[in-house]
T-cell receptor
Framework: EAGVAQSPRYKIIEKRQSVAFWCNPISGHATLYWYQQILGQGPKLLIQFQNNGVVDDSQLPKDRFSAERLKGVDSTLKIQPAKLEDSAVYLC?????????????????FGPGTRLTVL | AQSVTQPDIHITVSEGASLELRCNYSYGATPYLFWYVQSPGQGLQLLLKYFSGDTLVQGIKGFEAEFKRSQSSFNLRKPSVHWSDAAEYFCAVEGKSTFGDGTTLTVKP
């Protein structure tokens, strides 16, 4: 079974530029998560999708960050314009279905992440 | 609001020695708890999880964790550490997918 795919793996941009990250979850997984992991910190949830709907985006800086999962499969996270403090690793994860009763459906599988450096 | 605290930022142990990484959580209900490991340049790998039932859970790579409701803790243990265990370890609680800030483990030869 293929894991969670993310691209690119690394990205370097100047501040005020825009950038987009792509994530393809494990086949059949309904729930998709985007996390931001700043150096020295744990991952912070940015947005959570159930199929193509947003479940939680309370920690997403909506003035500059946006995300979509139009067909309920792969997802794109965009930053526009980027700031220096956006330098981080952006992790994507997926789980079977957060709304199923069995907790095992909530188990998250993580991709390798995209390391963003903003200069 | 839920939170996870990992009090130890960095721990160094000798190869073959035992290990305990601490995790304390704050959560309003019975939590789902997880331990993940992250090696340099790698994604997060699930070590073990607690949903309910037996409070001592076994994971991969010889790790185990004990859920103690009275202490709001979920500490990770391993009886004998291997050099390949050197990595960063994260405790997490489900709900808002809240992670601690991690403990970096260094293993001395």
């Amino acid at each position: 079974e293929a894991g969670v795919a993310q691209s690119p793996r690394y990205k370097i941009i100047e501040k005020r530029q825009s950038v987009a990250f792509w994530c393809n979850p494990i086949s059949g997984h309904a729930t998709l998560y985007w996390y931001q992991q700043i150096l020295g910190q744990g991952p912070k949830l940015l947005i959570q999708f159930q199929n193509n709907g947003v479940v939680d985006d309370s920690q997403l800086p909506k003035d500059r960050f946006s995300a979509e999962r139009l067909k309920g499969v792969d997802s794109t996270l965009k930053i526009q314009p980027a700031k220096l403090e956006d330098s981080a690793v952006y992790l994507c994860a997926s789980s079977l279905d957060m709304y199923r009763g069995a907790p095992s459906y909530n188990e998250q599988f993580f991709g390798p992440g995209t390391r963003l450096t903003v200069l | 609001a839920q939170s996870v605290t990992q009090p130890d930022i960095h721990i160094t142990v000798s190869e073959g020695a035992s290990l305990e990484l601490r995790c304390n959580y704050s959560y309003g209900a019975t939590p789902y708890l997880f331990w993940y490991v992250q090696s340099p340049g790698q994604g997060l790998q699930l070590l073990l999880k607690y949903f309910s039932g037996d409070t001592l859970v076994q994971g991969i790579k010889g790790f185990e964790a004990e859920f103690k409701r009275s202490q709001s803790s979920f500490n990770l243990r391993k009886p004998s550490v291997h050099w390949s265990d050197a990595a960063e370890y994260f405790c997490a609680v489900e709900g808002k997918s809240t992670f601690g800030d991690g403990t970096t483990l260094t293993v001395k030869p």
